[in-house]
T-cell receptor, first 112, second 114 residues
Framework: QKEVEQNSGPLSVPEGAIASLNCTYSDRGSQSFFWYRQYSGKSPELIMFIYSNGDKEDGRFTAQLNKASQYVSLLIRDSQPSDSATYLCAVKSGDSSYKLIFGSGTRLLVRP | AAGVIQSPRHLIKEKRETATLKCYPIPRHDTVYWYQQGPGQDPQFLISFYEKMQSDKGSIPDRFSAQQFSDYHSELNMSSLELGDSALYFC?????????????FGPGTRLTVT
């Protein structure tokens, strides 16, 4: 079992809809959580990070964290075709190592 | 805003050759991380440096070594290259070595071993 789990998708939504991406993690000591967007052949681009339980909003993006359930999600409002990409959930472990542990990513397709 | 710089962007090597990848972190970032991403896979952590000292080591083969220099740039040295080393290699940097610091990725080096 991977330490960070994501549904591989593809998740297909129509333009203008809300896309909901989910991620679960196994290490209860994890302290910080990140969402990266990656276009094919390109580098991961940081779009959201969250450290505390609850919601964090930035423009069209909302990250949600529930440490009790070991669950983090990303909502994309008013989805655009340009949002079509793979979304990687990443977690920093609770030990002294600050490396990112990635999920396998969810491929999002936004249909025009 | 300045980003992480990696060079070269593309590299083609033959089996058993050596390769050196370079990474220049965002100004005032003192921590560098190296990740390897194979085709269709998620990035895997290789090694990290904080203030020029190795801070963590992941699934990095013994054939690979890395260091961080006084100007905080880092180099990943890869020897006895194998076909399986073909991948995207990303460098990321963060302001410092703390749990709450975000990591920003460079554009990557695409290594092809033939």
């Amino acid at each position: 079992q991977k330490e960070v789990e994501q549904n591989s998708g593809p998740l297909s939504v129509p333009e203008g809809a809300i896309a909901s991406l989910n991620c679960t993690y196994s290490d209860r000591g994890s302290q910080s959580f990140f969402w990266y967007r990656q276009y094919s052949g390109k580098s991961p681009e940081l779009i959201m990070f969250i450290y505390s339980n609850g919601d964090k909003e930035d423009g069209r993006f909302t990250a949600q964290l529930n440490k009790a359930s070991q669950y983090v999600s990303l909502l994309i409002r008013d989805s655009q075709p340009s949002d079509s990409a793979t979304y990687l959930c990443a977690v920093k472990s609770g030990d002294s190592s600050y490396k990112l542990i990635f999920g396998s990513g969810t491929r999002l397709l936004v249909r025009p | 805003a300045a980003g992480v710089i990696q060079s070269p962007r593309h590299l083609i090597k033959e089996k058993r050759e050596t390769a050196t990848l370079k990474c220049y972190p965002i100004p005032r970032h003192d921590t560098v991380y190296w990740y390897q991403q194979g085709p269709g896979q998620d990035p895997q952590f290789l090694i990290s440096f904080y203030e020029k000292m190795q801070s963590d080591k992941g699934s990095i083969p013994d054939r690979f070594s890395a260091q961080q220099f006084s100007d905080y740039h880092s180099e990943l040295n890869m020897s006895s290259l194998e076909l399986g080393d073909s991948a995207l290699y990303f460098c990321a940097s963060s302001h410092t070595n703390r749990a709450l610091d975000e990591q920003y990725f460079g554009p990557g080096t695409r290594l092809t071993v033939t």
